[in-house]
C-alpha cells in the first residue's frame, strides 16, 4: 500500500520504508553572518544583553551549516578587528563570540596569531583578559584546545591558552571550597611542560571582584592547586609544589595588607 510522501509499507510483516526528502537549507543561512557583522561593526550598544542573545542563535544556527566561507571569514574578521580596536577588550556580543569559538575553534585560534606583533599581543590579551563574565575560550571543547596547542608545537601557547580555560568548579554549593575542572586537569595533563600551564592557572587565582577579605577568597582556590602537588606525575607535582608555594607568599603578602587596613580603619574612628 502506498502512503503519502513516498511512503510504502509490506502488509503482514514489520518492514517499513520511507523515502526521505533532504530538507532544503534556506538562502537565510548565507546572510546571518553578514548581518551579524553588520551588527558587531556598528558599534551599537547593547547593555541589556537582548541583541547578543538574538545574535548568539544567528550565528550558532548560521555556524552549523556548511559552505558560506567567505561570510564566516568576514565574522571572525569582524570579530577580530572590534578586538584590535577596544585594545584587546570586545564587550560586545559576548555570547555570540563564545559560540563562534566553540564551532570554529581552529580558525578562531588562528586568528590570535594572525596579523602585526602589536595586534597579536590585543588578541593574546582578549584570550585572557577580553570577556566581561568568561573567556571567549570557553565554548571550545578541551580535546580541541589540545590538537590545536599540539600543532603549533610551541611552548608558550599552552601557558596562553590555559588562561581560558574554565578552571574553578564549587566543591558544594554550601562551602567555599574549589576544586579544578577536568578540562583543567586533562589540559595540564596533555602539556608538554605543566609549569606555563599552572603559572596561567595561578594568575587566576586572585578575583577580578570580591567582597570581605581577598586573601580569604584566593585561598581556596590556592588550595585546589596545591592538590596537584600529589599528582602522580613528577612533573607536575614538582610544578604544582613550587607553583603552590608562590601562591602561599602572595597570600600572606595579602593578609598583611588586610591587617593594615584594617588597623588604619580603626585609627580613623578613634
Not at 509490506?10 to 551579524?36: H, V, Y
Not at 580596536?85 to 570586545?90: E, L, N
Not at 571567549?136 to 580535546?143: G, N, R
Not at 610544578?239 to 603578602?253: C, D, F, P, V, Y
Request: with cysteine.
Amino acid at each position: 500500500r502506498d502512503l503519502p510522501g513516498g511512503c510504502s509499507r509490506r502488509l503482514g510483516g514489520c518492514q517499513f520504508t520511507r523515502r526521505l526528502r533532504r530538507p532544503r537549507i534556506s538562502t537565510n543561512s548565507e546572510t546571518r553572518p553578514k548581518a551579524a557583522t553588520i551588527s558587531l561593526l556598528s558599534k551599537d550598544s547593547d547593555p541589556g544583553g537582548n541583541k547578543d542573545y538574538r545574535m548568539e542563535k544567528v550565528i550558532n544556527a548560521a555556524l552549523c551549516f556548511d559552505g558560506n566561507e567567505t561570510q564566516k571569514t568576514e565574522w571572525l574578521d569582524a570579530i577580530f578587528s572590534d578586538v584590535d580596536r577596544h585594545y584587546g577588550y570586545s564587550n560586545s556580543f559576548e555570547k555570540a563570540i563564545e559560540t563562534t569559538a566553540g564551532l570554529m575553534p581552529q580558525a578562531f585560534l588562528n586568528r590570535v596569531f594572525q596579523g602585526t606583533e602589536e595586534q597579536q599581543n590585543r588578541r593574546s590579551f582578549f584570550i585572557r583578559h577580553g570577556g566581561i563574565r568568561r573567556s571567549p575560550l570557553s565554548k571550545i571543547d578541551v580535546t580541541d584546545l589540545i590538537a590545536w596547542c599540539q600543532q603549533r608545537n610551541t611552548p608558550e601557547i599552552w601557558g596562553l591558552v590555559a588562561s581560558g580555560i574554565m578552571l574553578w568548579e564549587k566543591a558544594d554549593a554550601n562551602e567555599n571550597g574549589y576544586f579544578l575542572t577536568t578540562s583543567a586537569v586533562t589540559f595540564l595533563e596533555a602539556a608538554p611542560d605543566p609549569e606555563p600551564v599552572l603559572h596561567a592557572y595561578a594568575d587566576r587565582v586572585t578575583p577580578s571582584g570580591w567582597t570581605g577579605s581577598r586573601a580569604d577568597t584566593m585561598q581556596p582556590r590556592a588550595d585546589a592547586i596545591a592538590e596537584l602537588s600529589l599528582h602522580v606525575r613528577q612533573d607536575i607535582s614538582d610544578a604544582a609544589r613550587s607553583t603552590s608555594n608562590r601562591l602561599a607568599m602572595e597570600i600572606e603578602r595579602e593578609r598583611i595588607r588586610d591587617r593594615q587596613r584594617d588597623e588604619d580603619r580603626e585609627q580613623r574612628f578613634e
